[in-house]
């Protein structure tokens, strides 16, 4: 049983550049959640999915950062013409949230993919 | 607002003795109260959670949690550290009247256990 699944694990890009991280989620869960951890620091909430719908995306930049979770596939976080700002690990996390455990559910994490912005 | 308050930015813990790592919150409702560890270049990993019950929770690796609603804490414990429970930790909170059931993230707290 394979949990939460990221690819790239690093990602190195130009400044002006996209970067595109990618999220499978375990088997069975149909939320996504995209976090931001720069070094030394926490994690910051960044947006909540469920397929084909964003929930809340208050944590997201209002501008170059975009996030999706289609129907077939993994969920994608976009970040259009990166800064050097943008170098950090951005962490996915699943869960099933049923009816009834709303709220009460775990997150599961992935490994991170470590974007660096040269 | 809701908020995690994890006071110390490191702690530290000869190894056999026992750890405690501190974690506050403010909800306006009532918590749901997590702790997840990150070891160096990992994703975090689930410790325990309290959703209602009993006060005290045990979770994975001989850890354990005990919410204390008069002092709004849920501190994570161990009796006997072992030098490979160093990492950071992380307390996080939803508040039963977010709506949205965000999970708040306290900053973290490092610790560190010596041999």
């Known amino acids: 049983n394979a949990g939460v699944m990221q690819n790239p694990r690093h990602l190195v890009r130009r400044r002006g550049q996209e970067a595109r991280l990618r999220c499978s989620p375990m088997?069975?869960?149909?939320?996504v959640y995209w976090y931001r951890q720069l070094p030394e620091e926490g994690l910051k909430f960044m947006v909540y999915?469920?397929?084909?719908?964003?929930?809340?995306e208050s944590g997201m930049p209002k501008e170059r950062f975009s996030a999706e979770f289609p129907k077939e596939g993994p969920s994608i976080l976009r970040i259009q013409q990166v800064v050097r700002g943008d170098s950090a690990a951005y962490f996915c996390?699943?869960?099933?949230?049923?009816?009834?455990?709303?709220?009460?559910?775990?997150?599961?994490f992935g490994p991170g993919t470590r974007l660096t912005v040269l | 607002a809701q908020s995690v308050a994890q006071p110390e930015d490191q702690v530290n813990v000869a190894e056999g003795n026992p750890l405690t790592v501190k974690c506050t919150y403010s909800?306006?409702?009532?918590?749901?109260l997590f702790w997840y560890v990150q070891y160096p270049n990992r994703g975090l990993q689930f410790l325990l959670k309290?959703?209602?019950?009993d006060n005290l929770v045990k979770g994975s690796y001989g850890f354990e949690a005990e919410f204390n609603k008069s002092q709004t804490s849920f501190h994570l414990k161990k009796p006997s550290a072992l030098v490979s429970d160093s990492a950071l930790y992380f307390c996080?909170?939803?508040?039963?009247?977010?709506?949205?059931?965000?999970?708040?993230w306290g900053a973290g707290t490092k610790l560190i256990i010596k041999p």
């Open positions: 999915l469920q397929k084909e719908n964003i929930i809340d």
């Open positions: 996080a909170v939803r508040d039963t009247l977010d709506s949205n059931y965000q999970l708040i």
């Open positions: 309290y959703i209602t019950g």
């Open positions: 909800v306006s409702g009532n918590p749901y």
């Open positions: 088997k069975g869960h149909s939320h």
């Open positions: 996390a699943s869960s099933p949230r049923t009816g009834r455990a709303l709220g009460t559910d775990t997150q599961y």
